[in-house]
């Protein structure tokens, strides 16, 4: 498991479920953490994992920097990208390592909203989690959940000094995976429950800076024709997008979303569509470190307390 987190505290809720999982003895956490040091007594439910490793990561530095640095100091054969926000169920770990005995590269893992009641929360999960919301079949996958999937250790280190620049999109990652001849897989036994920024102008800012680093991850070898040319028809980017919306939620048959989900949904998409047409035309600049910051602090964007985890406690009745 590599987190990148900016406190330890952000990092507990996470670490709890970590801990309840049915293959908690078998995980390995390594932490990238300002300063790279742990009070590990503050947080008693890392007794519960196989090991624990800290080292530093800078937060002036994107989270992709912090991902590529731990993968070099994971012992277990796969490692697992995971988020502070993001809650796996308690046969999560065992499934995906299930798969991984197989040929698999890369496994992923389907996905819930862990905070559905907000129409800001969907306008954001469903820009970024869409294709593997629950209920979702398994098998041979195209791309995979990002910041939230599985590698084999070895893939990931044959990248070298280029990891970090390949997990700040993993999109990226995924089609030059596929480029190579390794193959991906979607295990839809392995669930987790995202929580989603519920405020709307963070929700704007993030998707802004999450489509410009994308944007300058897909056009990455483009000629500047062909980078101009895409950037100019970024305003049929979300027209497109909020079409797979619509059909994903008929074939999901999501109903009863909260009121204005739609409206939400199509204001973040045109905030990633005007990023990614920035990011054709201008590079990532700092995107890939603003992303970060809502990463490993979206709980401070939420219109109410998030959840506490069952058993804490230290939360509210």
């Not at 030059?176 to 405020?199: M, Q, W």
């Not at 305003?235 to 409206?263: E, F, H, Q, S, Y």
Request: aromatic residues 6%; neutral net charge.
């Amino acid at each position: 498991m590599l987190l990148v987190t900016e406190t330890i505290a952000l990092a507990r809720e996470t670490v709890a479920h970590l801990a309840a999982q049915t293959a908690a003895e078998k995980l390995e956490l390594v932490l990238a953490i300002p300063g790279g040091t742990v009070d590990e007594s503050a947080v008693p439910e890392l007794d519960g994992l196989h090991s624990v490793r800290v080292l530093e990561w800078d937060r002036d530095h994107a989270t992709s920097v912090g991902r590529a640095a731990a993968v070099p100091h994971a012992s277990a054969p796969v490692v697992v990208l995971a988020e502070t926000h993001c809650f796996p169920e308690p046969g999560w770990a065992e499934a995906l390592i299930d798969m991984h005995r197989e040929n698999w590269a890369a496994v992923g893992p389907a996905v819930e909203n862990d905070n559905p009641d907000s129409p800001t929360s969907w306008g954001n999960f469903l820009a970024d989690y869409g294709p593997w919301i629950v209920p979702v079949s398994g098998g041979d996958a195209q791309d995979l959940p990002g910041h939230n999937s599985s590698y084999k250790r070895s893939v990931l280190l044959e990248y070298g000094s280029k990891l970090a620049t390949m997990l700040e999109v993993e999109w990226a990652l995924h089609r030059d995976l596929r480029s190579k001849g390794h193959r991906l897989y979607l295990e839809p036994r392995a669930i987790v429950r995202h929580r989603n920024i519920t405020h709307p102008r963070p929700s704007v800012a993030e998707r802004f800076h999450g489509g410009r680093s994308f944007g300058a991850a897909r056009a990455r070898d483009w000629s500047t024709a062909r980078r101009t040319f895409y950037a100019a028809a970024f305003p049929m980017i979300p027209v497109v997008r909020m079409a797979r919306t619509l059909r994903l939620l008929r074939r999901k048959r999501l109903r009863d979303l909260p009121g204005g989900t739609l409206p939400m949904t199509v204001l973040v998409l045109a905030a990633n569509a005007a990023g990614e047409a920035i990011g054709y035309l201008r590079g990532s600049g700092r995107s890939p470190v603003e992303t970060g910051r809502y990463e490993v602090n979206s709980d401070g964007y939420l219109r109410a307390p998030a959840r506490v985890p069952a058993g804490d406690a230290s939360g509210d009745p």
